[in-house]
């Protein structure tokens, strides 16, 4: 018996659907996924030699982060130049040879798209500068003259993302606004130019083959009229309930008439490039508006991502994004890490209640066998649901977060804007471990690593995973391979709640589904309770871990073929 008021999901069949409806895309950190030069920090030829890897796991396309010419104020989302490569990471022609590889192995390359801020080195930014208060190209930027009755107070209480006020000054007096770091300027999209600009930057990438973009803090590029006061600290708009577009800075309507304008571009290219957003707003169907039809073609789910280690909690966030994404016709996506956010092996072996994506430093020691059961099961659950799927480079190989390196070490803005208060994001940044034995675990020739990695990523490497039975590596291989047999990421989904055998299946502790596709009927089972007795004549596709005389332990989920 079936719930239909629960049966969320319809999703074409995978002939008829574009690439990108149910795609498994790999996210590269390009610093720190391979270094081929030696010099600590990732590049483009450390990518490129690596493809390989990315091919066996079997991922549909690969998504690289920022490797524009850049301060690295932000890793690299603080953009100098949109339409070069940064030295740091190698050359143009490198991209090209790293699009062309990708191509040759049957990966889409998608890249990321910074458009809400730049870098202050940009000479967009370095003009206005150099021009006077009052001057046209300042229209590029958010400058306010100061209050001269009040001449330290910014011009309105909006929060920058990393900690402190949204406003610095210049040194001729100007405020200019920085929803992120200080040297990250927002852009004025009330200014023509800046879209003209932004439209010609796409091209450049769609002409150099690109299959489609990831477009940075999506929800933020238009701001209110006026700039009116928030009313709200970064951290009551975080952790109410409120729509994030009660804030002046996010989710404003007048952001879509710029997506459908570059919607149009990508049209115009051959091949179906794509868009994705990357909004962390909600709630659900205020994301749905960046994927209607002439928009995104994505939008992250990170709903999905916060989810609480709950059977009850993972199936509602599962039922309200298809409830969003199926009135729009776009495909729902599901992701667990990136680079913003603690790695779920870690978050899962914290206590549910403390499940935190951003990490305070007050967060108790995470139980790392726990986490990592629970991520692949967690994965394991994902990556069969119909629509599209992000991961993120190393959970492939069950990488857990590094909460414990030095503040010395520490480069990220969020850690120095809060006084170290908020740890930030380096520890999910830490580069892959690939050879056990060999140098930086083989990150690097040279075994310069621009964080250090911990001896824990030892035995996770590349190398002590491939081709053992029960490994993480193994198992997304395994995943992904069954899931592309079954046609799986495409067909229908609907919960079951009939008792899978003998034993009830309590709603409580097991999240049940069955994907209906092509291929047959494949059903997912998600323990999160007591060991659950499987039925004795189903054929087990993959389990997340192993399972004890037919039992499907807690914490612990499995793929039949029904
Ligand atoms: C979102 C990116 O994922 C994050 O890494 C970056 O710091 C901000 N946008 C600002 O660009």
């Given amino acids: 018996m079936t719930d239909p008021a629960a049966a969320p999901a319809a999703s074409p069949s995978a002939e008829s659907s574009p690439w990108w409806r149910s795609a498994v895309i790999y996210q590269v950190y390009p610093r720190s996924f391979a270094d081929a030069d030696g010099d600590g920090v990732g590049d483009l030829p450390g990518i490129t030699a690596r493809l390989d890897h990315l091919r066996d796991l079997g991922v549909d396309a690969v998504w690289v982060s920022p490797f524009y010419p850049s301060p690295q104020a932000d890793a690299g989302y603080d953009v100098a130049d949109y339409c070069d490569v940064d030295p740091l990471f190698g050359t143009l022609a490198d991209a090209e040879r790293l699009i062309d590889a990708a191509h040759q192995r049957g990966l889409k390359v998608i890249i990321d798209v910074v458009p809400n801020h730049t870098s202050d080195r940009h000479p967009w930014f370095q003009r206005a500068l150099a021009a006077a208060p009052g001057d046209e190209v300042r229209d590029w930027y958010h400058f306010r003259s100061p209050d001269p009755d009040d001449p330290e107070a910014p011009p309105n209480d909006w929060p920058s993302e990393f900690g402190g006020s949204a406003w610095s000054k210049t040194p001729d007096g100007q405020w200019y606004l920085h929803l992120f770091d200080s040297s990250q300027p927002d852009l004025n999209w009330e200014h023509p130019p800046v879209r003209e600009a932004f439209r010609d930057i796409l091209r450049f990438w769609l002409d150099r083959g690109v299959d489609g973009f990831r477009i940075d803090v999506a929800h933020g590029l238009v701001k209110a009229p006026g700039l009116p006061d928030s009313g709200l600290t970064r951290e009551e708009l975080a952790t109410s309930a409120l729509p994030t577009h009660t804030a002046p800075y996010f989710d404003q309507d007048g952001v879509h008439e710029i997506y459908r304008d570059w919607r149009g571009i990508l049209e115009g290219y051959p091949g179906e490039r794509l868009m994705v957003a990357e909004a962390w707003i909600r709630p659900y169907d205020r994301i749905a508006r960046y994927v209607r039809p002439d928009e995104h073609h994505q939008a992250f789910n990170f709903g999905f991502l916060g989810t609480a280690w709950d ?45 935190v994506t951003q990490l305070d430093g007050t967060m108790p020691e995470p139980v790392r066998e726990t986490g990592l059961r629970r991520a692949r099961a967690a994965t394991t659950l994902m990556l069969a649901l119909p629509g599209s799927a992000y991961l993120f480079q190393g959970e492939e190989l069950g990488l857990f977060e590094v909460l414990d390196l030095d503040p010395s070490v520490r480069q990220d803005p969020t850690f120095h804007r809060t ?48 081709g053992v039975a029960g490994s993480t590596l193994e198992l997304y291989r395994a995943l992904l391979a069954v899931r592309r047999e079954r046609g799986l990421g495409t067909g229908e989904m609907r919960f079951v709640d009939e008792p899978v055998v003998e034993a009830t299946v309590d709603s409580q502790s097991v999240v049940a589904f069955d994907v209906t596709t092509p291929a047959g009927t494949t059903r997912v089972l998600l323990n999160l309770g007591p060991a659950l007795p499987l039925p004795e004549d189903a054929t087990v596709l993959v389990a997340s871990g192993p399972l004890q005389d037919g039992t499907l332990p807690t914490d612990t989920a499995v793929w039949l073929a029904v």
């Fill in 311 to 355: 059977a009850q909690e993972l199936r509602e966030h599962i039922t309200r994004s298809y409830a969003a994404n199926d009135p729009v016709g776009a495909p729902t996506t599901w992701v667990l890490s990136n680079h913003d956010v603690v790695r779920h092996a870690t978050r899962f072996g914290w206590p549910a209640e403390s499940l």
């Fill in 419 to 466: 006084d170290g208060d908020r740890l930030g994001r380096d520890g999910c940044r830490v580069p892959l471990p690939w050879e056990a034995e060999e140098p930086a675990f083989g990150f690097s020739p040279t075994g310069e690593a621009w964080l250090p990695q911990p001896d824990g990523f030892q035995e996770l490497a590349v190398d002590q995973q491939a």
